[in-house]
């Protein structure tokens, strides 16, 4: 049977976790109100619209909701914890940019510099100028100016995933993940040979900007990102539970990746073999900063408090307050992220007032997700931190799902009763 159902850790927890700003408002999570996010996921569970869940909810420093539900492998019947590990996609976007800013803060480069006095590939960039849809042939034009820093750190480079020429190998690199034998700079040199897609600096163009930046840290820190993210963010945070690569005595609580098209489609285990394997197989030579990251919900809380906090979190100071600022606050201008009227920073979407996206989220929160199927919210007003992972993909209500959960969150927010 596909699926059948569990749920875990009823009980709400409440215990210290961080060290946090005073907080803008007076109100309390009711702990009664807090059980329809329990029913909510549970039911996306029954009804065969997710095969498992994990929520985490972070008030004032304390975690008042961690919850499991369904099954890690319902076909070995392996019940899920809230210890399970997920593929967190673009949730990685954050580290890296977290990294960057370190690297900026330490004066190695400024956000306008080229990225090709770094990563020489990208000098004298060429934009797209017209293409042949059947032979996939092209012609360009000369950038204005060099693709800066700053602009990959927005997304504004004019280097977006959906690109006409996606098809052409000679272009384009693996976005997600990859078993081959691929190192990042070797990818990030073939990434930089596709023309881009408009001026850079235009406008928002969501992309493997982030992956390019993770070559940036590599040539600037002189270790693999995957190095520099252990002995700088993982280790100095206790984050235990975050890899590219999972080591063999945690491989096992990788949950299995499932997928469901449309509504009336069934959910079914991915039957693709890259995304299902790569954090425990392959030759596991590919250090993805914008997408390559396995992790835990409270693993990725310690990301998200060092956001929320300002730049620190249980006395591990990553960031200035002003980076983290500078970080959180539009730096697109009039552009928006796509229908969702919202803007984005360095490394993070800010909610505006009117955007089509966040519902309840108070103006100038901050929040992002991965293709997975997982996301987080970081409410500065609220002095909140909140995240549901699952691992479906494709995934046919991925904005639905998680709008609701926030929801069903902010629902819960009231006077404590």
Known sequence: MLIRILVFSLTVFFFPIAVVAQSHTNLKFSPERLTRVDSFLQNRVDEGNIPHAVSMIIHKGETVHHQAYGWADAEKEKPLTTNAIFRIASQTKLITSIAVMMLYEQGHFLLEDPISQYIPAFANPKVLASYDSATLGYETIPATREIMIRDLLTHTAGIPYEHPLWARTDLNIPFLASLENIVLE???????????????????????????LGRLVEVVSGQSLAKYFQEHI??????????????????????????????????????????????????????????????????????????????????????????????????????????????????????????????QTPVGSVKWGGAYCSEYTIDFENDLVMQVYTNVMPIYNYSEFVRKYRVLVYQALVNGK
């Open 234 to 359: 993982f280790s100095p945070l206790g984050m235990e539970d975050t890899y590219f690569y999972l080591p063999d005595e945690k491989a096992d609580r990788l949950v299995t990746l499932f997928e469901k098209e449309s509504s009336e489609s069934p959910l079914k285990v991915s039957s693709d073999e890259t995304y299902q394997n790569f954090a425990r197989s392959g030759e596991q030579t590919y250090y993805l900063g914008g997408a390559g990251l396995v992790s835990t919900a409270a693993d990725y809380a310690k990301v998200c408090q060092i956001i929320l906090n300002k730049g620190i979190h249980n006395g591990v100071r990553l960031l200035s307050p002003l980076t983290v600022e500078l970080m959180a606050r539009n730096q697109i201008g009039d552009s928006e992220v796509w229908d969702r009227r919202d803007k984005f920073g360095y490394g993070l979407m800010v909610i505006t007032e009117n955007s089509h996206y966040g519902d």
């Open 186 to 212: 070797d990818a990030i040199n073939q990434l930089a040979n596709r023309p881009l897609l408009h001026q850079p600096g235009e406008h928002f163009s969501y992309g493997p900007n982030t992956d390019i």
